[in-house]
């Protein structure tokens, strides 16, 4: 459709946008967490290992690397079951547009998501993931980290009873309503119990989660001006699957290593 010169001026629609002026205070650190939508379908679908699937896991990792990718580097990031927290500083990553920020992390973790499962495990349905965010102080960040690793514990203990009772016969009601009420200890007897399963041995990412942490790295190279070798400090993206306790002097460290390192320097995984 073409438009003439003598046409009305369509009226401009900006000032209607609620959210696209809503930004986060320059300096202040937060947190877009993202969680998967109805992933219990879709690991169902798939045919994911209950309680735990590495495959799921490792699916989970790079789609979380994916806002990496995408340009953005987070100072720290969680991952634990269906849902990723992504440590941000304040910097000025779409001018801190929260309206920007809820869209396009999910949107990178979503779109790598479903690449992943239709090409490693041919399945083509949806796959979306939701997002918050949470503002912080800096002396509240640990605290943030160790909240989610309790949840990634919880729900640890949790799933192992729920599908250990599955196991034995019961149906998910059933099972539900036997575990209504009971205490970590409790739930620690009935899965050594019944399926011979110490849940204090498990795999670390099951019970603490995944970290993605920067950490600087001597490489060492050649100066072809000088004729000598030398030696440069990189930043690096790892993963580690077996992270500290977050509640603890070590992992309070340990996300503050990170911090420093993504801080100090950018360089592209």
């Avoid at 937060?30 to 939508?37: L, Q, S």
Wanted: hydrophobic share 40%; with cysteine.
């Amino acid at each position: 459709m073409e438009f003439s010169s003598k046409a009305k001026k369509p009226k401009s629609f900006k000032d209607h946008e609620l959210f696209s002026q809503l930004k986060i205070p320059p300096g202040v650190f937060f947190v877009i967490r993202c969680d998967g939508r109805s992933f219990k379908e879709v690991c169902s679908k798939v045919g994911f290992k209950k309680p735990f699937d590495k495959a799921f896991a490792e699916l989970m990792v790079s789609s979380s690397k994916a806002v990496f990718e995408g340009g953005l580097n987070p100072l720290f990031t969680f991952i634990h079951s269906d849902e990723a927290s992504f440590l941000f500083n304040g910097e000025s990553t779409f001018k801190r547009r929260v309206e920007k920020l809820l869209s396009i992390v999910p949107s990178l973790m979503s779109s790598k998501a479903s690449l992943g499962l239709h090409s490693i495990f041919n399945y083509n349905g949806p796959v979306s993931f939701d997002a918050r965010v949470v503002l912080l102080d800096k002396a509240e960040i640990a605290d943030y980290f160790a909240w989610r690793q309790m949840e990634a514990w919880r729900n640890h203990i949790n799933s192992y009873a729920y599908y250990t009772l599955l196991s034995k016969g019961l149906t998910p009601r059933e099972a539900s309503l036997k575990l209504k009420g009971l205490k970590a200890p409790q739930l620690h007897e009935l899965v050594f119990k019944e399926a011979g399963v110490n849940l204090a041995t498990t795999p670390p990412w099951q019970r603490r989660g995944i970290a993605l942490i920067w950490e600087e790295e001597v490489k060492e190279g050649f100066d072809p001006v000088k004729g000598a070798k030398v030696k440069a400090l990189r930043l690096q993206l790892k993963e580690d699957w077996s992270p500290p306790i977050f509640a603890s002097s070590e992992g309070r460290g340990y996300i503050e290593r990170s911090m420093e390192a993504r801080l100090r320097g950018v360089t592209r995984p």
